[in-house]
């Protein structure tokens, strides 16, 4: 079955849409994203993807070409017509077609933006077995470009760490930059040292993940103890847990690390409980 798809203003079969290829996100990467989880036909975390689009936009000097209600309106309308339990919505803003190649973009005024959502149906996204058994990963070094706070579509490197990962017969990758981890190739990184949750600092190494704000907030909220700093893979792999989060994937354990058990080589209780609490908490405001 086709999906319905969103395009400038439109709602289009997905056979029928179409963006120019003079579009700077197809020519330069010149773009932006984010990815929103449904459950129950709800929406995780609406208010937060897009306080960060803007962020994203701003960065970048675009404009965004919806309001915040019109935008919610689409995901709202997507869903409802695609029909999504459980899945996700993709959307991408991207600086739109001035018309020809250049490296010099336009006036974000003059030149309108292209706007694109699309969604994915993932059944069992909140029972992924993998929260049971844990994944595995491995430490590549980030040569990623110094905005990794912007969510650009620049995903190349993260496409070829996860396929590295995947000949090592592995799940993931961790990137590694003077000695530390920074995050996952689409997730943010944490370990578990007696009971304290470590994970790396925001600044503009790493991207402010949606769920990382929210697991955090709850942790806190649960009297769990954290600290903000960054940690080696060494370290990471003398924890007694680790694990990532991300918008799609929630929470998952990390159980091995370049072939080395983390903890007891199975999921921990503090994975185990974070990814609890924000599932029952993300359910209860989901919009």
């Known amino acids: 079955m086709s999906r319905t798809v969103y395009v400038n203003g439109e709602y289009l079969p997905e056979a029928e849409a179409t963006v120019s290829i003079f579009d700077r996100g197809f020519l330069m990467a010149d773009g932006v994203y984010e990815v929103t989880s449904v459950l129950g036909g709800k929406l995780l975390d609406f208010d937060g993807h897009f306080a960060r689009l803007e962020r994203s936009l701003r960065e970048l000097d675009m404009a965004c070409p919806v309001t915040k209600d019109e935008l919610l309106a689409i995901h709202r309308e997507l869903v409802a017509q695609n029909g999504i339990d459980e899945g996700m919505v993709y959307l991408q803003v991207t600086r739109g077609n001035p018309g020809d190649r250049d490296f010099s973009f336009p006036d974000p005024a003059t030149t309108p933006s292209t706007l694109v959502l699309f969604t994915q149906s993932k059944p069992g996204l909140a029972d992924n077995p993998t929260a049971k058994t844990g994944i595995k990963v491995i430490s590549i070094e980030d040569i990623r470009w110094g905005r990794r706070d ?119 209780p503090v994975a185990a409980r974070l990814r609890e609490i924000y599932l029952d908490e993300s359910r209860k405001t989901a919009v």
Not at 150 to 157: A, E, P
Not at 163 to 191: L, P, Q, R
Not at 222 to 250: C, G, K, L, N
Request: net charge negative.
């Open 150 to 268: 912007i969510k650009t579509v620049q995903l190349l490197y993260p496409s070829m760490g996860k396929m590295m990962a995947k000949k090592a017969g592995c799940d993931d990758a961790w990137m590694v930059e003077d000695g530390f981890v920074t995050e996952g190739t689409s997730n943010n990184a944490y370990i578990v040292k007696g009971g304290r949750i470590i994970t790396r600092n925001l600044g503009t190494d790493i991207l402010h993940g949606i769920t990382r704000a929210a697991v955090l907030r709850m942790a806190a909220e649960a009297q769990m103890e954290i600290e903000e700093r960054p940690f080696s893979v060494a370290e990471a792999q003398a924890a007694d847990e680790a694990f990532f989060t991300s918008a799609s994937a929630f929470v998952l354990p990390v159980v091995e690390i370049d072939g080395e058990a983390v903890g007891t080589g199975a999921p921990g």
